[in-house]
Structures are given as structure tokens and as C-alpha cells.
């Protein structure tokens, strides 16, 4: 293990933060740790791999936090257990790291597709910090969509409902390649269960365009009697809602023809390490600094009363 010697902090003494981990040195654990290092609240802990050699380990020592290549079981062997371990591998392996994280008390925020964990989407769950201490963000193609397809689920009767996600080949890394299925089939779930939607559908395409293209979500829905005038103003109400945390998102069509509805996303990822392009790692990583984020203001989380900034 690397141990660097302790970042400078402009945080103000007193302001309460929550000490993290994160498993997983690729893309979107790259983009955590720029996230986590910017954000206000939470203080990285260790950055978590298997090679030693990975852009993603030198990223985080060259911001001063430690790294190791000793993977899950670095984790279990730090002092004190760490509040939140975001977790950026695969859907295998992330049912093993919550076997062996859930004793501790730790908040698992999930960024594979397992569908182990309480599926969340910030703007639809709320704001509330989670209740339950494994956090399943679904999948950036879930994370897209969701907040659209409820809100219109919540004002039309819904009676199809598909979603097509396009995403860049350089911006699909080994994990998301070894879960399609796991994609697809959490992905459907996680719109059925926010919809209420029986009859649902998800896709993924991998585009080797060259430039890249960025990050692009269709949705597909049927809903009888749905007017233009009344769609444009849910989904426009809703991406403003995501705009909060995911300034990149934003509609770029929305048309009805007699029952049938489209709604056109693109996502482009505003983010210290990421190409533009890459809005599919951005969005469900932006959901996931939120996500602990919301949980770091709460009074009652293990270690709140006593880890503040103060103490740093």
C-alpha cells in the first residue's frame, strides 16, 4: 500500500465529512476519485486495485490519497471501517465484496449492475439519505432514463415502455463488456419497478465510431391519449431535475405520433478525467458522489458524531 502524505483541504474546520474507498481503478473509478476530491463532504480514504501499474492507482497517488493493489482485502485490513466503499469492478464480484463489507457498517454504493442492493436514481428516490446500506445505481442507460420514464409514468398511462443506449466503444471498458447481460437484464427491472410498466425493454449498443459519439438514450414509450404540449413539459421538468447533479444532460427531441412517445437524451460528461463523450461514466458516477454525499449529512451514520473536519 501507498500511503501519500495527506492532501491540503480548504474544507472549513467543523464541516462534517464521511471517509470513503473506492474498489475499482479503471474509468469510472479515475472519475470517482476526481469527483470525491472535489466535493465538499467527502474525504477519500484509499483507492483500491489489482495492478499496480493502472492509470487509475497513479491518478489517485498524484492527488496525494493512498492506493494499493491488494484490492478487497486492503479494504478489510484499514483501522477503522470506511463509511462509504464505492464499487466500480463487476457485477460478479460485487455480490463477494458485499458479503464481506456488510459487517462493518459500511455504505456499498454499487456501480455495477448486480441488482444486489436498494435500486436508486436521485431524482426519483429522492433526497433522503438510503435507509439500507447497499446501493444499486442500476446502470448509466437506468440512471438516463429513469428519471423520464417515471415522470411520464406518473402523468400517462403507460403500456410499453423501451429504452435504446448508445454508447461510445472507447468508453465501454472490459467490466461493462463482461456484464451485457446483466446490463440488460437490471436495466429492464429497474424501469418496470420505477414505471410500473410490465411490458419493458433495454438495449445497448456499442458504437465503434470514430470521433467517438457521445452518450445518447432513446425512450420508447405507449401511452394512450398523451398529448405533445403535456409530454414536452414532463420530460422537460424532469432533465432539470438531473441537470442538478449532471449539468451535461439534456433532451434533444420529443415528438408523439398518435399514442407513441420519443423522447431523445444525450448525455456529455463534464469531468476532470473524462472525454466528453463519455456521459454513460459520468452520469452514474454523478449519481453515486450524490448519493454519498446525501448520506455524509447524516447525523446518525456510523462515526458522524465524532469524524468532522476539525478532526482531520
Not at 12 to 32: E, F, K, M, N, S
Not at 236 to 248: D, F, L, N, T, Y
Not at 261 to 278: F, K
Request: proline share 7%; charged share 20%; hydrophobic share 40%.
Amino acid at each position: 500500500m501507498t500511503l501519500a502524505e495527506p492532501r491540503d483541504t480548504d474544507r472549513p474546520a467543523g464541516d462534517r465529512t464521511a471517509t470513503v474507498a473506492v474498489i475499482g481503478t479503471g474509468a469510472i473509478g479515475r472519475d470517482l476519485v476526481a469527483k470525491i476530491h472535489r466535493s465538499p463532504v467527502l474525504e477519500c480514504g484509499l483507492v483500491a486495485g489489482r495492478d499496480p501499474q493502472s492509470a487509475g492507482l497513479h491518478y489517485a497517488a498524484g492527488l496525494g490519497y493512498p492506493t494499493t493493489a491488494g484490492g478487497i482485502e486492503a479494504l478489510l485490513a484499514a483501522p477503522e471501517p470506511f463509511d462509504v466503499v464505492f464499487d466500480a469492478t463487476n457485477a460478479m464480484s460485487h455480490a463477494e465484496h458485499w458479503r464481506l463489507l456488510e459487517p462493518l457498517g459500511t455504505l456499498l454504493v454499487d456501480l455495477t449492475p448486480s441488482k444486489v442492493g436498494r435500486m436508486v436514481v436521485p431524482t426519483v428516490t429522492g433526497t433522503t439519505p438510503p435507509t439500507g446500506r447497499n446501493v444499486n445505481l442500476i446502470s448509466c442507460g437506468g440512471q438516463a432514463s429513469i428519471p423520464v420514464a417515471h415522470a411520464l409514468a406518473e402523468r400517462f398511462d403507460l403500456v410499453y415502455l423501451e429504452v435504446v443506449s448508445t454508447v461510445a466503444s472507447e468508453s465501454a471498458g472490459r467490466a461493462t463488456r463482461l456484464n451485457l447481460d446483466e446490463y440488460v437484464a437490471t436495466t429492464q427491472d429497474a424501469l418496470t419497478a420505477f414505471s410500473g410498466v410490465r411490458d419493458t425493454k433495454a438495449i445497448l449498443n456499442i458504437s465503434p465510431a470514430v470521433p467517438p459519439a457521445n452518450f445518447r438514450t432513446t425512450i420508447h414509450a405507449v401511452a394512450p391519449g398523451a398529448t405533445v404540449e403535456e409530454v414536452r413539459a414532463v420530460v422537460a421538468e424532469a432533465a432539470e431535475r438531473v441537470r442538478a447533479h449532471q449539468p451535461g444532460y439534456r433532451v434533444t427531441a420529443c415528438t408523439v405520433n398518435g399514442d407513441r412517445i420519443v423522447v431523445a437524451l444525450e448525455v456529455t460528461a463534464h469531468s476532470d478525467v473524462l472525454p466528453r463523450y463519455a456521459g454513460n461514466l459520468d452520469i452514474i458516477d454523478s449519481a453515486a458522489i450524490r448519493v454519498a454525499e446525501q448520506y455524509a449529512s447524516r447525523p446518525t451514520r456510523p462515526g458522524a458524531a465524532v469524524r468532522t473536519g476539525a478532526d482531520r
